[in-house]
């Protein structure tokens, strides 16, 4: 653990057990009570065009489980979805633990209660590999899904018949 992690939940936890709490704002207590140090300190802001609006139509959706347990490899799975650059990502992450679930350069992180359902959307603009990590409370942090976002030239022949490259 890292002496910033360290003082980051030390700080958490005398805000919780003293008064100083009560002059936050209650989602703010309620964020820092259930999901602990936030994920700032390993994800960077994301790109404004990387964000997607409520217009953008997700190109691929899919469904990732949270582990109860934190994989022994870093990885829950081998699972890697290729799709191609610009389509519009929507992830649906059921989790039994709290945390955060962020994709490196593609999306802010975004808190998840324990048994909480968090939907991410987000723009692929950038080719290469991109996991959806899981930051837990409980100062886990590990890869619950992938991306490899390809070229629209490359993608066209990448992606398996039946799904679009768009």
Request: include cysteine; glycine fraction near 6%; charged fraction near 20%.
């Amino acid at each position: 653990m890292t002496i910033k992690k360290l003082l980051n939940w030390i700080l958490a936890a005398m805000v919780l057990t003293s008064g100083l709490a009560v002059g936050l704002p209650r989602a703010w207590r309620d964020r820092m009570a259930d999901v602990g140090p936030t994920a700032s300190e390993f994800c960077a802001t994301a790109p404004l065009r990387a964000r997607a609006t409520s217009a953008d139509m997700p190109d691929r959706r899919y469904v990732v489980e949270v582990p109860l347990e934190t994989p022994v490899t870093g990885m829950q799975t081998n699972t890697v979805h290729s799709i191609a650059m610009s389509d519009v990502v929507e992830f649906r992450v059921n989790s039994s633990r709290p945390g955060q679930i962020a994709v490196h350069g593609l999306m802010d992180a975004v808190p998840v209660r324990v048994d909480g359902v968090v939907t991410v959307t987000f723009r692929a603009i950038y080719s290469g590999r991109f996991p959806l990590h899981f930051h837990g409370a409980d100062g886990s942090h590990f890869e619950i899904a992938a991306l490899e976002v390809l070229p629209k030239s490359m993608a066209k022949s990448a992606i398996p018949a039946g799904l679009s490259a768009n």
